[in-house]
């Protein structure tokens, strides 16, 4: 059995290379049978749709939100990698069985020592000025503990915590699936002594906002 620093290696490795495995054409039927395509075109083609790549989608993110693995659309669109680009046209299942979808909405941080407004800013892709004046700020100045609404593409999605990867990343299992976040550095810890708790992870652009 992989242990977590193997598994946070190898996911480091997929990241940098971008690379993925060939959809064969086997996998690509099967693919599509695992989907919920059937045989008949005109029925494949009422359950699928297209979605545009926006900016700090990834494979995973866009799986999610429509109820596919990163396998199944990889193979139906016929990615050799994990690379996409904004702009870029896939096809997605339009029928959404997730209980928790994606969603364009609001979340609340909370600022930890060493944050800095501009910093948080950066972090979830957002303006200091953005920020600011959502949170109705008058200064570039932030407390610890205070609160901030984070707007965007905002993910919600029930997770087991398996713990710290390292200083700045939590690993989390949904189903038979790991995926890690990032966090502010030196938070991680604080989500180690959380191991093996199941709880509502909320993020943006692979970065963690808040557990529930």
């Known amino acids: 059995m992989e242990t977590r620093k193997v598994r946070i290696q190898k996911e480091k490795r997929k990241k940098i290379k971008a690379r993925g495995m060939a959809a064969a054409s086997t996998i690509f039927a099967a693919a599509l049978a695992a989907s919920g395509f059937n045989a008949s ?4 083609h009422a359950l699928t749709g297209t979605y545009k790549v926006k900016r700090g989608d990834t494979l995973y993110k866009i799986s999610r939100e429509h109820d596919m693995t990163v396998k199944e659309l990889k193979a139906v669109n016929k990615l050799k990698a994990n690379t996409i680009y904004p702009g870029q046209t896939l096809e997605v299942r339009t029928e959404r069985h997730t209980e928790e979808p994606f969603n364009k909405d609001t979340a609340v941080y909370t ?8 910093g948080i800013a950066k972090r979830y892709r957002m303006s200091v000025n953005e920020l600011k004046t959502l949170n109705k700020l008058k200064s570039d100045m932030v407390l610890i503990n205070q609160k901030l609404v984070i707007k965007g593409d905002i993910a919600k999605i029930k997770a087991t915590i398996i713990g710290a990867a390292d200083n700045f990343t939590v690993e ?12 502010p550095y030196g938070t991680a810890q604080f989500y180690q002594k959380m191991s093996g708790k199941e709880v509502l992870v909320l993020y943006k ?3 963690l906002i808040n557990i529930q």
């Not at 600022?111 to 501009?118: F, I, R, S």
């Not at 989390?172 to 966090?183: C, E, M, P, R, S």
């Open 205 to 207: 652009d692979e970065v």
């Open 111 to 118: 600022v930890v020592p060493g944050d800095t407004l501009w």
């Open 41 to 44: 075109s005109n029925e494949a």
């Open 172 to 183: 989390f299992k949904n189903g038979n699936d790991y995926f890690t976040l990032k966090v």
